[in-house]
């Protein structure tokens, strides 16, 4: 298998052209999308490969042209809608939850919504109170929606492929500091499933869960963790919802105690739903309550030390696995 | 007392849209009307009898608008429209007994018992849509479907209420179908009330589509709703230019609806009086039935019996949605995420 080092901006613009190249039908719109070459670069060089017929810039209208996008599904088309930043897509919301995830259902199935939303979810780098959210919880909260966070070039390629060729709604959730992370994927094409978990590191003592961006403290964690003969067993959700509960479970099982990390608040978020089904699954197997590492309940503030406290980091985690073996 | 609003209609020769259109085709269009009349007094009374729940929103006294739309554009096109939207899937190919299963949440039902009054489908039918406005960018996005796949011929039909216009939805929707160039045909029905708000103390503009229309720099049509052949000629030329010209146009219809906003609402913002003169002199089938009389195509008794018949299907519609079986609560969870297909 030949192999090729990209970033995951690089993944995911060889995701959709490949896709784009397999069904006439995909299309991109978003904002800056086209003649700027995406806001993070995603798109770069898309346009004069494709032309403005199939990369489409908007408005800044996310209400529009998300509906657009939508309307344009339930009449054939596949669009992949691109929001700058998922914070944006409150802007959105009553298209995404309304129709998007509710027309297939609400139509007897008469009408299906192939689309994929995507962009850069989460903090970045002090973007302060409005541009920081994950909204994970609020979408997963709706039936109809598939919600995936990858955490690295291959799995945001791979998963971006199986989204765009999905008949549902896709909630793809993507990473403005991570855009850069280079890896060896493979050239040859390849999928990853949509709602299949990964055990990313093998261990015993404790079971690590997470996605997306927070996948790195974890494993940051863990490596502290193995000078101490402490070995984590990490899975990467890579998709949210459909949760893959029987990879958690069977881990959890394994190591009976487990801290899930989210990005996101901890009221009603995924961490609360992972750990809730864990019990539900795997009760009489847990040594340890579950603890949970998640976003302190405030605004993201803009003060680059509050905003590094706020969020969930190395040191967290660790008192957090400290807390779990004691 | 405020000024009567100034309407630029759009003109039309009655005797040529009669010559042109047919006695059997006007007559088919009476019959579509009386349908959706008898249809929505049947769903109104089995509402009353507890067999259905949720909201009902009627169409009575705008029947002319989306009949002489569809007879004049055809059906092979998009449609989308709001929650008061029984006559549109009617009109559109679905059968009394599916809608009226529908609305008593029968598994025989238009959307197998999932939507209810407010969200009835066909082929064609993208909703029975129930967030004020927030169906607008969908029936732009079937516009942008047309032009994207070439498709010759056809336009993407968007029927809102008055009250939608304040929408942010609409807005966005209008400036991106005119910047791209998309097929999309907006209809205001101006019914005069946004559930219980007058449009004047809603909507800042009069008349709503001729001005509006200029700031996205789009042609406007105003037609009056009451009227079969002012709706029909007029659609007629609205495909036409929107299919030659492929630019969107907005279409404001000047009309009445004789029920509350919904069954819940007693209309206490009218009096019983001015309904009453309302039903009898705005009524756009009496005025349609007229004009048939005086042109020798019907007589009252023949009338009648159209009226009867449809009559007569509404409640053999109720009789099938009554008999049929609601879902199985087995199927709970069922049919939220359309079949995948094996890579």
């Not at chain 2, 009617?90 to 197998?112: C, D, I, Q, R």
């Not at chain 2, 047309?146 to 209420?161: D, L, P, R, V």
């Amino acid at each position: 298998m030949t192999k090729q080092t990209v970033e995951i901006r690089e993944a995911l613009r060889q995701a959709i052209d490949e896709e784009m190249t397999r069904d006439g039908k995909v299309f991109v719109l978003g904002e800056e999308v086209a003649e700027y070459n995406g806001a993070y670069k995603v798109t770069k060089g898309m346009l004069a490969k494709w032309g403005p017929e199939r990369i489409i810039d908007t408005p800044i209208a996310e209400n529009g042209f998300a509906g657009l996008a939508i309307g344009a599904a339930q009449t054939g088309l596949r669009p992949i809608v691109e929001f700058m930043s998922w914070n944006f897509s409150f802007v959105a919301a009553d298209q995404l939850i309304s129709n998007a995830c509710k027309a297939h259902y609400m139509s007897g199935g008469r009408f299906s919504v192939p689309i994929v939303f995507r962009g850069p979810n989460g903090a970045a780098a002090q973007v302060s109170c409005q541009h920081s959210h994950c909204v994970e919880a609020i979408y997963g909260n709706l039936p109809g929606f598939y919600v995936i966070a990858p955490s690295n070039a291959y799995d945001a390629k791979g998963l971006l492929k199986s989204a765009i060729r999905s008949n549902n709604p896709v909630i793809f959730l993507e990473n403005e500091l991570d855009y850069g992370d280079k890896m060896e994927i493979p050239v040859e094409e390849y999928l990853v499933p949509i709602g299949k978990a990964k055990v990313v590191r093998e261990g015993e003592h404790v079971t690590l869960i997470s996605y997306s961006r927070m996948l790195k403290h974890c494993q940051a964690a863990a490596d502290e963790m193995a000078k101490k003969g402490v070995k984590v067993e990490i899975i990467d959700l890579r998709t949210i919802k459909p949760l893959d509960i029987a990879t958690v479970a069977s881990s959890v099982r394994k190591t009976h105690r487990c801290v899930i990390v989210e990005e996101g608040h901890i009221f009603a978020g995924i961490s609360a739903e992972v750990g809730f089904q864990i019990i539900e699954h795997c009760f009489d197997d847990l040594d340890a309550p579950l603890i949970r590492v998640c976003s302190k309940e405030t605004p993201l503030p803009y003060a680059k030390g509050m905003e590094k406290e706020t969020v969930p980091n190395k040191e967290r985690i660790l008192l957090a696995l400290q807390e779990v073996l004691a | 007392m405020k000024e009567k609003t100034h309407y630029n209609y759009f003109q039309f020769d009655q005797k040529k849209l009669i010559a042109e259109i047919g006695k059997e085709a006007l007559l088919d269009s009476l019959k579509k009307m009386l349908l959706i009349r008898n249809f929505e007094i049947r769903g109104e009374a089995a509402y009353q009898q507890g067999k259905v729940g949720g909201f009902y929103h009627s169409y009575m006294g705008q029947e002319a608008i989306q009949t002489a739309c569809i007879a004049a554009s055809g059906s092979d096109h998009w449609f989308t429209t709001t929650y008061r939207c029984h006559a549109l899937a009617l009109l559109l190919g679905v059968s009394p007994n599916e809608a009226m299963a529908e609305l008593y949440g029968k598994v025989t039902g238009n959307a197998m018992g999932r939507g209810g009054s407010m969200h009835l489908y066909a082929d064609r039918l993208l909703g029975g849509l129930a967030i004020v406005g927030g169906h607008v960018p969908i029936a732009t996005g079937a516009a942008f479907t047309i032009k994207y796949e070439k498709q010759k011929n056809m336009a993407s039909f968007c029927f809102m209420g008055d009250g939608a216009v304040a929408q942010g939805a609409v807005h966005e929707s209008l400036n991106l179908a005119s910047l791209w160039n998309l097929p999309c045909i907006y209809v205001i029905e101006n019914n005069k009330w946004g559930m219980g708000t007058a449009t004047s103390r809603a909507i800042c503009i009069e008349p709503i589509g001729e001005n509006m229309a200029r700031s996205y720099n789009m042609k406007s049509y105003t037609l009056d709703g009451l009227d079969f052949f002012s709706c029909y000629g007029g659609f007629k030329e609205i495909l036409h230019e929107v299919i030659t010209t492929n630019r969107p146009v907005l279409v404001e219809v000047i009309t009445q609806r004789f029920r509350g906003h919904s069954i819940s609402d007693p209309g206490l913002y009218r009096t019983k009086q001015e309904l009453a003169h309302l039903m009898e002199a705005e009524d756009p089938i009496n005025r349609f039935k007229s004009t048939l009389i005086e042109n020798g195509f019907l007589t009252e008794d023949e009338y009648k019996n159209i009226d009867k018949e449809q009559k007569d299907l509404c409640i053999a519609a109720m009789k099938f949605a009554d008999e049929s079986l609601d879902p199985d609560p087995i199927t709970l969870e069922e049919g939220v995420f359309a079949p995948e297909d094996s890579q």
